[in-house]
């Protein structure tokens, strides 16, 4: 059974930093997407940084692009989410998320729709 577990969440003031981390278990084979996501009250969920386990490729959500980066660690079960220059506009509830099939591309999607294994979330608040 794949288990996600987040930590590194917490209250920063505008242009701080956290960084995430995110635990994998389960998993079967590497080769296949992981990645944050995020949710801010009233809004829908949205995807924010995506890793490719076996090939390293990344992508991002425009808004955090030159901010935030996502890595994982050399055994790949756990993927991170360096955060830097946060806004309020970064304040949500941070989801990682893990898709349960192998991917046939070397590329993932934002999507969240496209991920079916979910952490319980760890919240993110950035005050002005």
């Known amino acids: 059974q794949v288990q996600l577990v987040e930590s590194g969440g917490g209250s920063v003031q505008d242009g701080g930093s956290l960084r995430l981390s995110c635990g994998a278990s389960g998993f079967i084979y590497s080769d296949n997407c992981m990645g944050w996501f995020r949710q801010a009250p009233g809004k829908e969920r949205e995807g924010v940084a995506v890793i490719f386990r076996s090939g390293g490729s990344t992508d991002y959500v425009d808004s955090v692009k030159g901010r935030f980066t996502i890595s994982q660690d050399g055994a790949k079960t756990t993927v991170f989410l360096q955060m830097n220059s946060l806004s309020p506009a970064d304040t949500a509830m941070y989801y990682c998320?893990?898709?349960?099939?192998?991917?046939?591309?070397?590329?993932?999607?934002?999507?969240?729709?496209?991920?079916?294994?979910w952490g319980q979330g760890t919240q993110v608040t950035v005050s002005s």
């Open positions: 998320a893990a898709q349960g099939w192998r991917s046939l591309r070397n590329s993932c999607s934002l999507a969240p729709g496209e991920y079916n294994y």
